[in-house]
């Protein structure tokens, strides 16, 4: 738990700063705990050596996954949006959410033109499943991340409207998070079970290349505070956004893992529950290497930089610790590297130079039983590849 006099003394101010404000959504207590990591320097295509963890499982899951399973379609019955971007599943049954459904985020209209997505669905788990509308919502326009927290709220990034909307676990609206977001591209929740422990939202922005987090239940700092500064971005519209996205969480780590299709790289923010204060960690031009102003509290580390990545976007860590890519320049392409920076394997999907893969999402408790959920904005659809 990482519930220390430093964490403690931000946390108060920030209170202070916000009673007059009301309280915040309030769900189970969640918090975190991991191990720091050293920051290091590297060169292009090359992986730090002194970061391997002690036990690496170079075990290629991508190369197990012979079977794919269409779960369904993704198009919304109500208003016929498509183009599914993020995948994110309840682990717990609460409200209109059962325990191991999926919510699938649309980024377009039913006319395709990218951004003008409103809609979530709710699918699955099993083969063959018709779409439920779980929220539709223009506060949401541009649906491109679609965390759910311990207790099955919602936080939806919408990338055109701007806003980080919240929804109960019955898909009502609750409230909408603004600057200092401004074009929010992934979200994650970061809980862990502990008592007096916070439960943070993580959301990266296409647009100032930051991260920006804050408290959801009672605990921890719940001013939206931009944590990490200076991923590049592209500037680019559409399927063509570059940036900071994909954002992943390791519980047993308490590590952050996002990509930059700008740069090609996957970064880990270790120690994240300690991300409190503004501009904690800066990515420095290129993206390879970084300044913390804590190092030994929390920092940044080069997972991998250079090809095979290509403009990656989506990415999800398996159960054994390592991470699958989806690029989407150069072909559709899915890379799997392990968390010592190993290349493990690739699969290209197609060739086409239209980008369809933007939502992954692994499942599974070991590597006998890993799988993989993703989306596809070619066929509208969610499958699931098994082993």
Request: net charge positive; aromatic share 6%; glycine share 10%.
């Amino acid at each position: 738990m990482f519930w220390n006099h430093r964490a403690a003394l931000v946390v108060v101010t920030a209170l202070l700063a916000t009673s007059a404000c009301g309280g915040n959504n309030s769900v189970p207590p969640a918090g975190s705990a991991g191990n720091s990591m050293s920051q290091l320097l590297n060169r292009p295509g090359e992986q730090p050596s002194d970061v391997k963890p002690a036990n690496v499982d170079t075990t290629s899951i991508l190369k197990r996954l012979k079977k794919s399973v269409v779960i369904g379609s993704t198009v919304d019955p109500t208003n016929g949006d498509m183009g599914p971007t993020s995948i994110n599943i309840a682990g717990t049954t609460l409200g209109k959410l059962k325990k191991g459904q999926l919510v699938v985020c649309n980024y377009a209209d039913s006319s395709g033109t990218a951004g003008n997505g409103t809609t979530t669905e709710i699918l699955g788990p099993g083969a063959n499943t018709q779409p439920v509308t779980f929220v539709a919502d223009a506060r949401i326009k541009g649906c491109d991340g679609d965390a759910l927290s311990s207790g099955n709220f919602m936080y939806a990034a919408g990338h055109t409207s701007g806003l980080l909307s919240a929804f109960t676990n019955k898909g009502k609206f609750y409230k909408s998070y603004g600057p200092p977001l401004q074009a929010p591209s992934s979200d994650v929740d970061a809980s862990n079970p502990g008592l007096y422990s916070a439960e943070y939202m993580f959301t990266t922005d296409s647009k100032t290349g930051s991260i920006v987090s804050f408290s959801i239940n009672n605990y921890g700092n719940p001013r939206p505070t931009q944590v990490v500064t200076g991923f590049d971005v592209n500037n680019g519209s559409g399927w063509n956004v570059l940036g900071p996205s994909g954002i992943q969480y390791s519980k047993k780590l308490d590590a952050l893992y996002v990509v930059d299709g700008v740069d090609d790289t996957i970064v880990q923010i270790t120690h994240a529950s300690n991300l409190l204060v503004k501009d904690e960690i800066t990515i420095l031009p290129g993206g390879t290497t970084f300044k913390c102003k804590h190092k030994s509290v929390t920092c940044a580390n080069l997972i991998y930089h250079g090809s095979p990545l290509n403009g990656p976007v989506a990415m999800t860590i398996l159960p054994n610790g390592n991470l699958i890519v989806a690029n989407t320049i150069g072909g559709n392409k899915l890379v799997e590297v392990a968390a010592n920076g190993q290349v493990l394997d690739t699969r290209t999907i197609d060739k086409s130079s239209i980008p369809h893969i933007f939502g992954l999402r692994a499942i599974g408790s070991s590597d006998s039983n890993a799988a993989l959920y993703l989306t596809d904005t070619k066929t509208n659809k969610l499958y699931l590849w098994k082993q």
